[in-house]
């Protein structure tokens, strides 16, 4: 069945992350988006897509080859690939699409499947159904029956890697239901059905719709959200742990005129000024309205990709530096429905912070109230619970938090709009204090009992912060200058081993994985046998063996679930 799909995570953020996708030896960094080839009416060819904006994957419908008489032979003679000219990752749908805009397709699932293990698609579909939103109960059961009766089909049939439907019109059981299954017997699940939701502006329903999914497949599975193309929800789809999305709104917008940007749609007919500098604005400028109507397609298409991709990018970015709550509350904001996501997204608050990391490079700016739903917030008072301190400074929405725990992330990254009047709180607790809170903050309750009085801590000389702890001459900690985390070296490790039982701090792994681990090198998933549950990405957690005897301390780098569900991939960096 199918061919191998590599997932490998580089950075996560909220429940987003930054992966490369392996399919057939052929790599694609995720998020990432698809652009959909209409094989009959091609705005731009996928030569051009490649040649301009690089994309290693595009999208096409292997309905539209079969339905056409001189495409499906030359298809068939050819294979997909030299069909397009794109020698990239080439995904096809299998008219799922033309069944819900027409009601009926003159194709079965079995006949489109082996067109599409005939033509070589990388990545392929099979006929799922896709309910309406709100269709009635019983039709949408019926219709997901049959997706799933398919999709079997699929798993027996198929010489491509499938892009599995996930359906259930807005029913969430039936979601789960259907996720249940899908996730259980397939690699890249699709979230289908979602774009008259979009369409209609509905982003809770979206929210708890890619929830549910999500909440119901394995955590390494790779997921796409099926036609969402707009660059406004990206941000959004991608902090429920969305990696694939494709566009075929990029075309089909622009021979309407419309004109994409990252807060919405705008109509080319209205633009007094084009809010963007993409290479097509900045050639034709508001001249960009009198071309003839194919160029001006075209053109309008090139832009909408560059919007697009543009906001992919900054996606990545704030991925990699652990600021996508902060790019979501400026995204959220630009349309009222858009906020509406927020409540549904509090929901799936404490789900989502299980995925989130414990700390990162970049600010917590308060940008409003829907702070209190962030997911490093419910993470934050979570540990807050762990220290104990008379003197506390409130910092909405964490709370009263320690004087001592100011100079740690996220807390010494806090901005908000009256963080100016506060710049003196720094000065009146004794670095020693602070590292015990510290230590109680990052490690447990008690954590910071290991460390004796008689420590010697040596400041930055630029920051003049905490940088290295030693005791007897020995180094036993540094501070990461970043976050001002703690880093364990082997003594302080050793006494954190023996203050906390196992399985707390812990990662254990097998015994054919301790001699590399030894070495120094990284803990695998399939090597782990248990997990703390308290722990989160970016933690430092002590490595052990199958009797608990300390190997080597390291950092976290997915959270504990992610370790159970990968098989495969990086669990602990060490050092
Ligand atoms: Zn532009």
Not at 84 to 92: H, I
Not at 266 to 274: Q, R, T, W
Not at 370 to 395: F, P
Request: include cysteine.
């Amino acid at each position: 069945m199918g061919s191998q799909l590599g997932f490998e995570v580089k950075a996560k953020d909220i429940g987003a992350r930054v992966g490369l996708l392996e399919v057939g030896g052929k790599k694609i960094e995720t998020p990432a988006l698809m652009p959909v080839v209409n094989p009959k009416r091609e705005v731009l060819s996928p030569r051009e897509l490649a040649e301009e904006f690089n994309v290693p994957v595009v999208m096409t419908n292997a309905y539209i080859l079969l339905r056409d008489e001189e495409l499906k032979k030359e298809a068939l003679d050819r294979g997909v690939h030299e069909l397009l000219g794109f020698d990239g990752v080439v995904a096809t749908d299998s008219g799922s699409f033309q069944l819900m805009q027409y009601g009926n397709v003159l194709t079965s699932n079995r006949e489109i499947i082996e067109f599409q293990n005939k033509i070589g698609s990388n990545i392929g579909s099979f006929l799922d159904i896709p309910s309406l939103p709100d269709a009635f109960r019983a039709r949408a059961e019926e219709q997901l029956d049959l997706t799933l009766e398919r999709a079997r089909e699929a798993k027996a049939e198929a010489d491509f890697i499938v892009n599995a439907g996930i359906q259930g019109s807005s029913y969430l059981d039936l979601r789960a239901r259907a996720a249940g299954e899908i996730g259980r017997d397939f690699r890249l699940c699709a979230v289908g059905g979602i774009v008259g939701i979009m369409e209609d502006y509905r982003f809770s329903d979206l929210v708890n719709i890619i929830a549910t999914v999500k909440r119901n497949i394995p955590l390494d599975r790779v997921v796409h959200a099926f036609g969402l193309g707009h660059p406004m929800v990206f941000s959004l789809a991608a902090a429920l742990g969305c990696d694939l999305f494709d566009s075929a709104a990029y075309a089909l917008y622009a021979r309407e005129g419309r004109y994409l940007t990252a807060t919405g749609t705008l109509h080319l007919d209205n633009l007094g000024y084009l809010p963007c500098c993409c290479p097509v604005c900045s050639r034709y400028g508001l001249e960009l309205k009198e071309l003839d109507k194919d160029e001006m397609v075209r053109e309008l298409a090139r832009h909408n990709l560059h919007v697009s991709f543009g906001e992919l990018e900054r996606v990545k970015q704030a991925i990699h530096e652990g600021s996508l709550w902060n790019l979501l509350s400026v995204r959220l904001r630009s349309h009222p429905l858009l906020l509406s996501a927020l409540e549904s997204l509090s929901e799936h608050g404490e789900w989502l912070s299980t995925l989130d990391r414990i700390t990162g490079k970049s600010s917590f700016y308060y940008l409003g109230p829907e702070a209190e739903y962030r997911t490093e917030v419910i993470n934050a008072r979570d540990r807050l619970r762990r220290v104990d301190s008379e003197r506390t400074i409130k910092m909405p929405p964490f709370g009263d938090v320690p004087l001592e725990l100011t100079s740690i992330y996220p807390f010494v990254s806090y901005m908000s709009p009256d963080s100016v009047e506060r710049e003196d709180v720094y000065a009146p607790v004794r670095d020693i204090e602070r590292l015990r809170a510290m230590m109680d903050y990052q490690f447990g309750s008690g954590a910071g009992s290991l460390i004796p009085e008689r420590v010697r801590i040596k400041n930055s000389r630029r920051t003049g912060r905490m940088r290295w702890v030693y005791l007897d001459g020995e180094l036993i900690a540094s501070l990461r200058a970043s976050d001002n985390w703690i880093i364990p070296k082997k003594e302080l490790a050793l006494r954190l081993h023996e203050r906390f039982p196992y399985p707390l701090l812990r990662v254990s792994v097998d015994d054919e994985a301790k001699p590399f681990v030894e070495e120094g090198r990284s803990v695998f998933c399939k090597f782990v046998l248990e997990i703390d549950d308290n722990l989160r990405c970016m933690d430092e957690v002590l490595v052990v063996d199958t009797d608990d005897n300390l190997i080597r301390v390291g950092t976290l780098h997915l959270s504990p679930g992610e370790v159970r569900d990968y098989g495969r991939g990086m669990a602990v960096r060490v050092r």
